[in-house]
């Protein structure tokens, strides 16, 4: 069973706050880690991709991956009441199938 | 910039029809998904296309759905008869196959809801 385990929330978090989401993987074996966003009623769109240990930063996201820890976050720095969504952690697996997490629900407070 | 299409992008049914979604990837992209994303659950992968071959449908309810690519373009997810389970957002993404590091695009869905 290919798991992936995010906190449902939700959080809040005021204007102009870093938000922090997190997301564990059970197989140890993975190598890709993906980010995306759902706003409701809509389809999920990626926002960071991240394959190797360390910090990635696009703007204001920097996704997080610790794969010893099996562990890969994601901050939202300056967070915009346009950042309140769902966020989904997504795991690719050999085989390249995909399994995500149920996501965390955020909303940024104006 | 491309996009994957789906269509429609809502159906209303009755228990016990047959409906099918449509999904054009992008272009060049090998790897096509479909998804189902039921309210408040992450997408769970329903079945997986490397060009015309099946790659993965172990979450595929067999008696029911059914899906095909034909051509390794476009693809058709079926389902006969709809039960009222069935109620969700389906979701079609595509990737371009180069290896390990390329993602996942989603299309916009397809809101079934069956009554």
């Known amino acids: 069973q290919k798991e992936v385990e995010q906190n449902s929330g939700p959080l809040s978090v005021p204007e102009g706050a870093i938000a922090s989401l997190n997301c564990t993987y059970s197989d140890r074996v993975s190598q890709s880690f993906f980010w995306y966003r759902q706003y409701s009623g809509k389809s999920p769109e990626l926002i960071m991709s991240?394959?190797?240990?360390g910090d990635k930063e696009d703007g204001r996201f920097t996704a997080q991956l610790n794969k010893a820890s099996q562990y890969v976050s994601l901050l939202i720095r300056d967070s915009q009441p346009s950042d309140s969504a769902t966020y989904l952690c997504?795991?690719?697996?050999?085989?390249?199938?995909?399994?995500f997490g149920t996501g965390t629900s955020l909303t940024v407070i104006p | 910039e491309a996009e994957v299409a789906q269509s429609p992008r809502y159906k209303i049914t009755e228990k016990s029809q047959a409906v099918a979604f449509w999904c054009d990837p992008i272009?060049?992209?090998?790897?096509l998904y479909w998804y189902r994303q039921i309210l408040g659950q992450g997408p769970e992968l329903l079945v997986q296309f490397q060009d015309e071959s099946v790659v993965d449908d172990s979450q595929l309810p067999k008696d029911r759905f059914s899906a095909e690519r034909l051509k390794g373009v476009d693809s058709t997810l079926k389902i006969q008869p709809a039960e009222l389970g069935d109620s969700a957002m389906y979701l079609c993404?595509?990737?371009?196959?180069?290896?390990?590091?390329?993602?996942?695009?989603f299309g916009p869905g397809t809101r079934l809801t069956v009554l």
């Open positions: 991240i394959y190797s240990n």
């Open positions: 997504a795991v690719m697996v050999a085989g390249n199938q995909f399994y």
């Open positions: 272009s060049g992209h090998a790897t």
């Open positions: 993404a595509s990737r371009n196959f180069l290896g390990s590091y390329t993602e996942q695009f």
